[in-house]
């Protein structure tokens, strides 16, 4: 798993502050994918995400595990 800090690093470049959860969009930012892709990787499971009402967050901790199981992949 990617430590939670890289992740935080690029949030706070990007202005988004050290949180707990983002948005989908900024997530979205965080990772530099397109909105769409990253909406799919939620609804598939890929990115763990809660939902809150209307409102998908997902926690930091969730975004480490998806960067690090993409480095899994890749040094396969």
């Known amino acids: 798993m990617t430590d939670p800090t890289l992740i935080w690093q ?27 892709q990253t909406y799919e990787q939620i609804r598939s499971g890929h990115i763990r995400a809660v939902r809150n009402g209307s409102r998908w967050l997902v926690p930091v ?16």
């Open 10 to 36: 690029v949030a706070e470049s990007l202005g988004f502050g050290r949180r707990v959860t983002y948005t989908p969009d900024e997530v979205a930012a965080i990772l530099r994918m397109g909105r769409r």
């Open 61 to 76: 901790n969730a975004i480490a595990e998806f960067v690090g199981a993409g480095r899994e992949a890749i040094s396969r």
